[in-house]
Structure formats: C-alpha cells, structure tokens
C-alpha cells in the first residue's frame, strides 16, 4: 500500500488490517535503517586514526563527537519504535494513550513512533516544561 492510498482510505477504516500492515511494514523498515546506521557510525568511528597535525586531530575529533551523538540519537530511537510496534501486536497503535482518540494517519506518517494525538503532546511538552522551570 502506499501513503497516497493509505490517506485516501475512508475514516471508518482507521487503524484496519491494511493500515496496521502498512505501519508495521515501515516501523521495520525504519529499525532496520536505524540498525544499519548505528552499525555504519561504528565502523566509520573505528576508521577514524588520530593525527599528528593538531588541526587535523581536532577535525577528527569533531566528528567522532557527531557519530557518537549519532548512535545516541538512533539507539534511543530503537525502544520507540519496538514499543510502537508492540502497540501494533496489542491494537493499540494510531489510539492516543492519554484520550483513546485517533492520533491521525498524518501524524503517525511522519511520526509512526508517537503514542499520543497533537492535543495530549502538547499538553505533555507544556508539563514538561512547566517542570524543568521549577
């Protein structure tokens, strides 16, 4: 299936085998992707010598840093998406947690990883903010 036609499917269809089929489908796509940069940053970091020049040693340096916060970002990254597609396995994937509400098939296309509608996150981002300011 593809996004056009996963868009163009009536509401009452929300969250059907096709759809759930279609999620699954690109939540394993992403992890493998995930799990193939993670693998490709680590062979680039272990490639990476350390030169003399200390110019060079600290261009070097500079990005080893970035691959590091590269692995961080994605192995962060594959929790979620094993949650969401746990959510898939328990239907409850595309239902907000905190309202029961759909979260969208726009949302989740550009962010299949999500467990909450746009109201329920902005909520949540508000809290969070309100207690890093205390």
């Not at 489908?25 to 992403?30: A, E, G």
């Not at 680039?44 to 003399?52: G, Y």
């Not at 192995?75 to 029961?100: T, Y």
């Not at 726009?106 to 990883?113: A, G, N, Y």
């Amino acid at each position: 299936m593809t996004k056009e036609k996963l868009l163009a499917m009536p509401a009452d269809d929300y969250m059907n085998a096709e759809q759930l089929a279609f999620f699954t489908n690109l939540l394993n796509d992403v992890k493998k992707e995930t799990q193939d940069r993670i693998e490709q940053s680590r062979v680039a970091i272990e490639s990476l010598d350390t030169p003399a020049d200390p110019a060079d040693a600290a261009s070097v340096e500079e990005e080893r840093h970035w691959l590091v916060n590269v692995i961080d970002r994605d192995q962060r990254l594959l929790p979620q998406l094993e949650q969401a597609l746990d959510r898939i396995r328990e239907d409850s994937f595309g239902w907000c947690d905190d309202s029961g509400e759909p979260i969208g098939l726009k949302r989740l296309l550009i962010s299949p990883t999500t467990k909450y509608c746009i109201e329920a996150q902005e909520r949540h981002e508000q809290i969070d903010k309100h207690q890093r300011q205390a």
